[in-house]
């Protein structure tokens, strides 16, 4: 029976490395599929992950509807036999259903990769959609780190080195970006709750206060 799929995990964890090998290796057994993606790190309509691997796909923008475009391309001789969607999470809640309708109208398996939370820990609308309407939800089994070592289970908006909490919900941005740039990072929930970066921290290590003392 064909699926929709939701795969989620933090910033970092290889989302959009599965998604372009589950593309290759059904491309290696003559399958053919449809990728879209919104707003991705390396431009319009390119799926990219940060291995540096990239491929071109189809931007999702809010105008498109995903339902209609596979019809369109069917219908005009095109093959498609499954359907890869990243960044899965910026996408309106309408479009997730349209996914859905792939799924059960025209039987296609549907993969959709994307982030669950922002950095304000608060469901994407695409995600919280995914969430209800999924056949089934896999969590990466990539486990990203926070600065301290402990599991990183939240993402971070970074401006300076300086977690944010207020702004717009969609910012595109990437982890390890330079400190003045609007960036992202991964933290652990202690850590997300104190607002504490890996820069912060750094700087807290090296301030005055906290320098031992040698008497002379």
């Not at 589950?22 to 991705?40: K, M, P, Q, V």
């Not at 509807?65 to 019809?71: E, F, I, K, Q, R």
């Not at 309407?133 to 990203?144: G, K, M, P, S, W």
């Not at 702004?167 to 003045?180: F, I, T």
Request: hydrophobic share 40%; proline share 2%; glycine share 8%.
């Amino acid at each position: 029976m064909p699926e929709l799929v939701f795969f989620s995990g933090t910033m970092d964890c290889g989302k959009s490395t599965l998604a372009l090998q589950i593309g290759h290796n059904r491309s290696a057994r003559g399958l053919r599929g449809l990728i879209f993606t919104r707003d991705d790190r390396a431009g319009e309509g390119k799926l990219s992950s940060r291995l540096g691997l990239v491929t071109d796909a189809i931007e999702a923008d809010e105008r498109i509807d995903l339902y209609a475009h596979v019809v369109e391309h069917l219908s005009r001789g095109g093959r498609a036999d499954y359907v890869i969607v990243d960044e899965a999470q910026f996408l309106a809640p309408e479009q997730i259903d349209q996914l859905a309708r792939i799924v059960d109208e025209l039987g296609l398996d549907v993969f959709a990769f994307g982030i669950t939370t922002d950095f304000r820990t608060k469901l994407f609308p695409g995600s919280q959609r995914l969430i209800e309407l999924a056949d089934r939800i896999e969590t990466l089994q990539v486990e990203t780190l926070c600065w301290c070592g402990a599991r990183a289970t939240h993402n971070a908006r970074t401006v300076g080195g300086k977690m944010v909490v207020e702004g717009a919900q969609v910012v595109v941005g990437d982890v390890n970006q330079a400190l003045e740039e609007v960036g992202y990072e991964v933290l652990c929930r202690r850590h997300h709750r104190s607002r504490m970066t890996s820069a912060t921290a750094h700087a807290a290590a090296l301030s005055p206060d906290v320098l031992p003392v040698t008497e002379s």
